[in-house]
């Protein structure tokens, strides 16, 4: 049974307080970073695993999309996100993206937003995505990053005090499940190295474009828990061609 903790009330709740739910992409603290791999949209056709409240899909048909196809496994995302939808290009459809059909050389884009540490087979997917990528199709993701994942709790570690004493890394290279704590929940991740991470992708014949650890923009550095970000990477971006 896949991990569904989106659907949960008052987890959704929760996640729907969060920047990134409230303001959309500007929210997103990678967001001027992973804009800049985002390929020209115009007439292209759009795939979105776990597409959650459907900001990249709008803004691939904002961008001059053909087609796009948002899909997640949260019905409650997916309910937010056919909301916003204004595009007629743009459907979602209910599903885990292991489960997911990919029909050959259907997709020029294939994007992902932080979904990928909560599927167990990354190998699958990478060879799905690039079965399903026309020739010369792009694929760019954001996951967290290894360093952020090895640990598993993904917390600092504090002093008596409670001020952040530093930033926990161990086990990293015995990759697999892990169990954190995300808005107070426990949530179940995988982790896996940057190596597997980059190697799977050349393994299937991806030519890997850009690889960005994305620090905090300099324009929120003002805002709580902003410095400390800069201690550790907590996100990886790649981009990706067929």
């Known amino acids: 049974m896949k991990?569904?903790?989106?659907?949960?009330?008052?987890?959704?709740?929760?996640?729907?307080?969060?920047?990134?739910?409230?303001?959309?992409?500007?929210?997103?603290?990678?967001?001027?970073?992973?804009?800049?791999?985002?390929?020209?949209?115009?007439?292209?056709?759009?795939?979105?695993?776990?597409?959650?409240?459907?900001?990249?899909?709008?803004?691939?048909?904002?961008?001059?999309?053909?087609?796009?196809?948002?899909?997640?496994?949260?019905?409650?995302?997916?309910?937010?996100?056919?909301?916003?939808?204004?595009?007629?290009?743009?459907?979602?459809?209910?599903?885990a993206m292991e489960d997911f059909e990919f029909p050959a050389n259907e997709y020029d884009v294939v994007i992902s937003s932080l979904a990928f540490h909560y599927i167990e087979d990354f190998d699958g997917i990478v060879n799905s995505v690039f079965r399903s990528l026309t020739t010369g199709g792009v694929f760019v993701f954001s996951v967290e990053h290894p360093t952020f994942t090895a640990y598993g709790t993904q917390d600092w570690y504090y002093d008596k005090n409670r001020k952040i004493f530093h930033f926990p890394v161990d086990n990293y290279y015995y990759e697999g499940k892990r169990e954190a704590i995300f808005l107070g929940e426990k949530v179940t991740k995988y982790h896996r190295t940057l190596t597997t991470y980059l190697n799977t992708l050349w393994d299937h014949g991806f030519q890997i474009k850009r690889v960005v650890e994305p620090q905090p923009p300099e324009n929120r550095m003002d805002q709580p828990g902003m410095k400390e970000e800069m201690r550790r990477p907590m996100m990886l971006l790649v981009s990706a061609k067929k």
């Open 3 to 95: 991990e569904n903790k989106y659907d949960n009330g008052g987890f959704f709740q929760k996640y729907s307080q969060m920047n990134r739910s409230i303001y959309g992409l500007e929210g997103a603290g990678e967001w001027s970073e992973l804009q800049k791999l985002l390929p020209d949209f115009q007439g292209k056709r759009v795939l979105d695993l776990g597409c959650g409240y459907g900001w990249h899909c709008l803004y691939a048909a904002q961008h001059g999309a053909e087609f796009v196809l948002g899909i997640d496994l949260s019905k409650k995302m997916l309910a937010v996100a056919k909301q916003k939808n204004k595009f007629p290009q743009v459907q979602y459809q209910n599903c």
